[in-house]
């Protein structure tokens, strides 16, 4: 009695389960692995981030300019004078108390005729657009994989799954089987024992595989703002094969060539080469041509009349800076240790994206040679699982043999489809790690899958 309370409430826990991952899935927005790569790239907020960043970086080159082209000033002003003349020697002053107000206006323009602060800031501006183009195709290229991730998780997942509910149904029957045995006096108290307690750890397992589908669809929600609906699997269909050419220096070669991380960390070292140049020229003369129109009218003064006067003018000026403190030596020597720093970074860029490449490389050869083997080993498992299944209904052979065919054929199942997954995902990642990962890669990809038959939820 205590037992079937246990395997009703577990069964009642599976199925609230499956009914929460269902009502996630009311709000479906894609299907298809481009469906979803479509979503995040509307919705995903560190990519809406990156592009808004981007978006800033490229007034930085306007921004330069601007220091090149006329200022042009203007103000204006008015004011209410109050005097009280108490007592003067000048006899031109008259003792006494006197209000009027005066006002004027003034217009200046400034152009510079000479800053080389300005010049290298305009190069460092140059270089900070590039910089911040490769940052962000670094951000598309990154979306890209990362949704393709989560996708190929969400799938293993879902067939972990499938499979732990298939081992569920498959116990159940065999409880039902040994259990009636038993009745008969067939088997021994000790295979029901085992049975039960294996019927027991399924249980549990199915319960871990379900919660690893809230988990990777709430992953694909992150970065698409909705619960994935049903998802296409890979077709059989799919072609798998080592890479060509095997020889991994070309592939480093390509990924040094094109990776936009390396490209991004290169114009950050170069921005930080000329970012000394900026500073080194705060200390340089400079040389600026000033132009004013202004006019001042007053009602009054100290003589008792009022004035209009306007006035247009024109100078050159030069300024030298003699000292500031020491702070342009110091933010010199900030620079530097900042492009040290970008150096650095740069080269451990590269490093990152060969050790990724070779990575990528060897995790696909080994992919392939795993899906055949696999696949061979799988088809073999099934025949044992068949031929031990016919031993046991007829007596010749325990239940326990049976049943641990059973969990390695469920076990190689998993392993054969991972392998396929894990081909899949690391093709994706070395075109990432190569540079060259875009949207028709992902479109060649999702050509290759298929949508999934409906399970029955077991």
């Known amino acids: 009695m205590v037992k079937r309370v246990a395997f009703a409430a577990a069964r009642a826990m599976l199925a609230a389960s499956a009914t929460l991952v269902l009502a996630n899935a009311h709000a479906v927005h894609a299907e298809t692995l481009m469906d979803v790569v479509q979503s995040a790239q509307e919705n995903d907020p560190e990519y809406r981030a990156a592009r808004f960043q981007n978006q800033a970086d490229a007034e930085a080159t306007r921004q330069a300019w601007a220091r090149f082209k006329p200022q042009v000033r203007a103000s204006a002003a008015t004011n209410l004078t109050r005097q009280e003349i108490i007592s003067s020697d000048n006899s031109v002053y008259d003792i006494g108390k006197n209000s009027y107000p005066d006002y004027g206006y003034e217009v200046r323009i400034d152009q510079s005729l000479f800053d080389f602060q300005n010049w290298a800031g305009l190069r460092a501006a140059r270089t900070l657009r590039r910089q911040s183009s490769a940052q962000f195709e670094v951000a598309k290229q990154d979306l890209l994989l990362r949704v393709v991730e989560r996708y190929f998780t969400l799938l293993a997942a879902q067939e972990a799954a499938s499979a732990a509910r298939a081992e569920v149904r498959a116990i159940d029957a065999h409880v039902k089987l040994v259990s009636s045995k038993y009745a008969r006096g ?34 694909i929600k992150e970065v698409t703002g909705v619960y994935p609906g049903s998802l296409d699997d890979l077709s059989d269909a799919m072609t798998v094969a080592t890479v060509t050419p095997d020889e991994p220096q070309h592939w480093v070669d390509l990924a040094v060539q094109n990776n936009p991380r390396i490209i991004a960390a290169a114009h950050a070292a170069r921005r930080g080469d000329q970012l000394i140049a900026v500073e080194k020229a705060a200390g340089y003369p400079t040389l600026n041509l000033q132009m004013f129109h202004d006019r001042r009218k007053t009602e009054g003064s ?16 030069l300024d030298v800076p003699i000292s500031a403190g020491g702070q342009v030596r110091s933010r010199v020597n900030e620079a530097r240790a900042l492009y040290e720093k970008a150096v650095a970074e740069s080269v451990r860029t590269s490093r990152g994206v060969e050790r990724q490449t070779l990575l990528s490389i060897d995790s696909i050869n080994t992919a392939a040679a795993r899906v055949g083997a696999l696949k061979a080993s799988l088809d073999a498992q099934e025949k044992v699982v068949q031929q031990l299944n016919a031993a046991f209904r007829a007596g010749v052979s325990a239940s326990v043999d049976y049943l641990d065919s059973e969990r390695d054929l469920f076990q190689a199942r998993a392993e ?14 070395l075109r990432h790690a190569l540079g060259l990962l875009s949207i028709d890669d992902i479109a060649e990809l999702s050509g290759k899958m298929a949508p999934v038959a409906p399970s029955d939820g077991g």
């Open 186 to 219: 067939a088997v021994r108290y000790a295979e029901l024992l085992d049975v039960q307690a294996r019927y027991q750890m399924v249980l549990a397992k199915q319960i871990q595989t379900e919660s690893g589908i809230r988990d990777a669809a709430i992953a």
């Open 302 to 317: 100290l003589f008792g009349g009022g004035s209009d006067i306007s006035q247009l003018g024109a100078r050159v000026r």
């Open 416 to 429: 054969y489809l991972r392998a396929r997954y894990d081909f899949a995902l690391n093709t994706v990642r």
